[in-house]
């Protein structure tokens, strides 16, 4: 039987490890699904950050594994994969990778705006530029898909912007199944 988690994350960049810790710590079944290898996105390539909170000149893969290890904590689960498409029939969503399907009650869509063809792809409306339309709560025109980061039309720049809409993307899912 296909497991079905709370929550697919696409992408684990900062956007999406900060959603993932703040899913995981409010104890959903979370699946983080990411392109590349090893999840951090662009942070991997930052050699010092200076902007972040409580840890000056930390380095993008310091970060990276520190935010790894709370995931961690958290039972938080990682995949490679590269998603092809998401159905939205009905309460379950599928996500799918070739013919693999991961299925969740919801996704969240935090994939970064360099794939734009594929954001295109997917079930909710998107803007003029290939970004999903999507507001500061995160949510989409789908139910129960939400867009975050630089995938969604209107995101502001920068790590700290990044890692926020991750934890509002997470707000608004956690009001959404009350």
Not at 17 to 45: H, M, Q, W, Y
Not at 154 to 175: C, T, Y
Request: glycine share 10%.
């Amino acid at each position: 039987m296909q497991q079905i988690h709370d929550l697919i994350i696409i992408g684990g960049g900062i956007t999406g490890l900060t959603a993932a810790v703040c899913a995981g710590a409010a104890e959903l079944d979370v699946l983080v699904i990411d392109r590349n290898p090893k999840p951090g996105g662009s942070l991997l390539k930052e050699q010092q950050i200076n902007s972040y909170p409580a840890l000056p000149k930390i380095s993008g893969e310091e970060l990276v594994s520190m935010i790894l290890d709370h995931c961690e904590l958290f039972g938080v689960q990682f995949e490679q994969a590269e998603i092809d498409r998401i159905d939205e029939d009905g309460a379950i969503k599928s996500v799918w990778a070739g013919k693999k399907e991961y299925t969740a009650t919801a996704v969240l869509i935090a994939s970064g705006k360099s794939n734009r063809e594929f954001l295109t792809k997917l079930p909710v409306k998107s803007t003029y530029n290939g970004l999903i339309d999507a507001g500061y709560n995160c949510r989409t025109s789908g139910s129960m898909i939400y867009a975050a980061g630089n995938a969604r039309c209107g995101a502001l720049p920068g790590i700290l912007n990044a890692a926020a809409d991750g934890e509002n993307s997470i707000k608004s899912f956690l009001e959404d199944i009350k």
